[in-house]
């Protein structure tokens, strides 16, 4: 059975980074898309950023230049580094694997995430 936990959440004033770490168990398959996506209340999920077994990224228009995705394979971690934090960042922040290349995930429709952590950003 696949398992994410993320990890890393918290409340910042806006400027300030956070490190959010997804730690990954129970998927054996070499190919995968592993991402990043998040929802505020009362708005629609937003894809944040992806990764693939290649190590292609991907990142959404609003993150762009602020926010880095990264993978540690022996530790079976995905990261999300975020920089210059805004208070539109914040949101419930979901870690996602998919079975295939990112070039195959369809919106936001993975296999498989994680509970999700918060991270609320204050001006």
């Known amino acids: 059975q696949v398992h994410l936990v993320e990890s890393g959440g918290d409340s910042v004033q806006s400027g300030g980074s956070l490190r959010l770490s997804c730690v990954v168990s129970?998927?054996?398959?070499?190919?995968?898309?592993m991402g990043w996506f998040r929802q505020a209340p009362g708005k629609f999920r937003e894809g944040v950023a992806t990764?693939?077994?290649?190590?292609?990224?991907n990142y959404g228009d609003s993150v762009k230049g602020r926010f880095t995705i990264s993978q540690d394979n022996a530790k079976n971690s995905l990261y999300l580094q975020m920089q210059n934090l805004k208070p539109e960042d914040t949101a419930m922040y979901y870690c996602?694997?998919?079975?295939?290349?990112?070039?195959?995930?369809?919106?936001?429709?993975?296999?498989?995430r994680g509970q999700g952590t918060q991270v609320t950003v204050s001006s």
């Open positions: 996602a694997l998919h079975k295939d290349y990112c070039s195959a995930l369809r919106g936001l429709d993975y296999n498989y």
């Open positions: 129970g998927y054996t398959y070499s190919t995968y898309c």
């Open positions: 990764i693939d077994s290649d190590g292609r990224t």
